[in-house]
């Protein structure tokens, strides 16, 4: 893992770059101003699960349970190479209310928030703003999440693929300057 921050560090220098651009204008709005309270959220979302792997972009994922794979932090190019890495299903979280789709791959897209996800019910599958209100908790929601993960696994659709959303987001990385 260490190895992946340094490559980030020489990259980002190299292209005349700073990793703190990086959340993106979309999380600053919405409250995050560094990437080091980004990164703390993401790990947050693994709860108390070892990490049992580290990958580097699409490269074949091995093994089960919690992995990282290092990846830009653009949303299609991230889900491409977790795609290419064996990933069949994309579990996607957003707060502010993104559009995104992940063509080949089912993509659930999980509201963090009722507010946004009233106003694109629509597009998202899952509203885990009830945790925030109380109506459920955390273990439920998990339990919620992983029924939906398994029934769309067996064919179920998610709401990205009912409209098409995603059907262009196909975007493997160039290197370059893609953060």
């Not at 999380?27 to 309270?37: A, D, M, P, V, Y």
């Not at 925030?132 to 659709?157: D, H, N, Q, W, Y």
């Amino acid at each position: 893992l260490d190895g992946f921050v340094k490559w980030w560090e020489d990259h980002t220098a190299k292209h005349g770059a700073s990793i703190d651009n990086n959340p993106s204008p979309g999380n600053k709005r919405g409250g995050l101003t560094t990437i080091l309270e980004k990164s703390l959220g993401a790990v947050a979302k693994g709860g108390q699960t070892p990490l049992n792997g580290v990958f580097g972009y699409a490269e074949k994922v091995t093994g089960s349970g919690l992995v990282f794979m290092d990846t830009p932090g653009y949303d299609p190019v991230s889900a491409t190479g977790q795609v290419a890495g064996g990933a069949n299903v994309i579990v996607f979280t957003t707060g502010r209310g993104s559009c995104f789709g992940c063509r080949p791959t089912p993509s659930i897209k999980v509201a963090t928030n009722s507010t946004m996800y009233h106003q694109m019910e629509e597009d998202m599958d899952v509203n885990c703003g009830v945790i925030a209100s109380g109506e459920k908790t955390i273990p439920g929601m998990g339990r919620e999440i992983f029924e939906l993960i398994i029934e769309t696994a067996s064919g179920r659709k998610t709401k990205s693929e009912t409209f098409g959303y995603g059907d262009n987001e196909f975007v493997p990385w160039h290197l370059g300057a893609t953060l």
